[in-house]
């Protein structure tokens, strides 16, 4: 199962920090690349580029000023699109329906306003909780119930920088590129 995510309508002047933090925990929690609809920040995007250079993996981020073209092309290729909204069907309830496909997977993270036709494109429209909350713990969330907690586990191909798991203090290897 290969895991995109679709940001929509990031703002520049307000939005560059919840983006950001988007597209890290997309690529934390195994995902292998963010679209970004909405108005281009190529800062953001150098960013991210910039820590998966650093931290490993081959994470993609990805600018399209047509978030339906990139809806309408993933189905079109047989992958299924999961909505995160307050409006859907439990998370926790899903997730393993979700997984079980095998299929490629979608995940729409909204932004101000998600026109209908994202709602109405969705193969799920997924609630983590009936609460308004961030769109980055919506993923974080998503993502580990979608992942059945595998992401613990993941390793991030020719880091710079790698933590080693310690209870206390820090302890990060520096590898030489």
């Known amino acids: 199962m290969n895991v995109n995510v679709l940001r929509l309508d990031h703002r520049l002047r307000r939005d560059t920090r919840i983006t950001t933090h988007v597209c890290l925990?997309?690529?934390a929690f195994g995902a292998s690349?963010?679209?970004l609809a909405g108005e281009k920040d190529?800062?953001?995007m150098d960013n991210?580029?910039?820590i998966v250079s650093r931290w490993g993996g081959n994470f993609e981020v990805d600018y399209t000023d047509?978030?339906?073209?990139?809806?309408?092309?993933?189905?079109?290729?047989?992958g299924k699109v999961v909505h995160l909204t307050m409006y859907g069907s439990q998370a926790h309830e899903v997730a393993p329906e979700i997984r079980e496909t095998g299929d490629d997977i979608l995940i729409i993270v909204g932004g101000s306003k998600v026109p209908t036709e994202v709602y109405k494109n969705a193969d799920w429209n997924v609630s983590?909780?009936?609460q308004p909350h961030s769109e980055v713990s919506s993923l974080g969330v998503f993502q580990h119930l979608?992942?059945?907690?595998k992401e613990f586990d993941l390793e991030f191909e020719d880091p710079v920088f790698e933590v080693i798991p310690t209870a206390h203090g820090k302890n990060v290897n520096v590898h030489k590129k």
């Open 128 to 130: 983590v909780t009936t």
């Open 42 to 44: 190529k800062k953001l």
């Open 33 to 35: 690349k963010i679209y």
């Open 146 to 149: 979608l992942m059945d907690g």
């Open 25 to 27: 925990t997309a690529r």
């Open 66 to 78: 047509s978030h339906m073209k990139i809806i309408r092309d993933w189905k079109d290729n047989g």
């Open 48 to 50: 991210v580029r910039d």
